[in-house]
Structure formats: C-alpha cells, structure tokens
C-alpha cells in the first residue's frame, strides 16, 4: 500500500506563485512515476506534469509548460509542483498520484487564482 497526502493549495492573484507538496508514504519502491493531475468544477481529471523516479524524466501539459515544475526531495519522500504565473484557468483542485502496480491518489489540495 502506498498513502499520497497533497498540501499547499491555497487562494493565489493571477500572476502569482503557489507551490505544492506531495508526502508520499508506504511501499515507496513499488512506485514508478509521481503525477500531478487536476480537476475543475464540471470537467474532468486532467495530467498536469509527471516525474520518472528512475531517470528523473519529467513531463508537462502544453497548457503549464514553462510556467509549473514538477520536482522531488528523494530524502523526504516528497514531489513538489512550483506553479508560476497562475492564470485564473488554472483554478482546481490539484490532485497527486503515485503510480506502480497500482495507481494511489491523495485527497487532493483546491487552488484558485481570483482577483
């Protein structure tokens, strides 16, 4: 079993900045990517970027790249997302997945970007 808990979402002006943080903790070797995905009101779960644990690759939705970097602390077992910025369009709750044999989703963290 592996738990995913999210943190440091909060109420940004556009422009701003945010970062968020994903503990994850468990059967920690069994993962193989840790991914950030996001959800507003009336759509669906959308990927916003992912890290390889092996490797350290990372990807990116065409909609955050250049402004969100996804990144990790290996000796605290947590993944980072620095979002840069922010559009109110970014507003959702934000979402972190461990994924390995199975795929672990946290509670999730709302972030709205509002004047």
């Known amino acids: 079993q592996v738990q995913v808990v999210e943190s440091g979402g909060a109420l940004v002006q556009p422009g701003g900045s945010l970062r968020l943080s994903c503990v994850v903790s468990?059967?920690?070797?069994?993962?193989?990517?840790m991914n950030w995905y996001r959800q507003a009101p009336g759509e669906e779960r959308e990927f916003v970027a992912r890290?390889?644990?092996?490797?350290?690759?990372?990807d990116y939705a065409d909609s955050v790249r250049g402004r969100f970097t996804i990144s990790r602390d290996n000796a605290r077992n947590t993944v980072f997302l620095q979002m840069n910025s922010l559009k109110p369009e970014d507003t959702a709750v934000y979402f972190c997945?461990?994924?390995?044999?199975?795929?672990?989703w946290g509670q999730g963290t709302q972030v709205t970007v509002s004047s």
């Open positions: 890290i390889v644990i092996r490797g350290g690759r990372r």
């Open positions: 468990g059967s920690i070797e069994s993962v193989n990517t």
């Open positions: 997945s461990a994924r390995g044999d199975r795929n672990y």
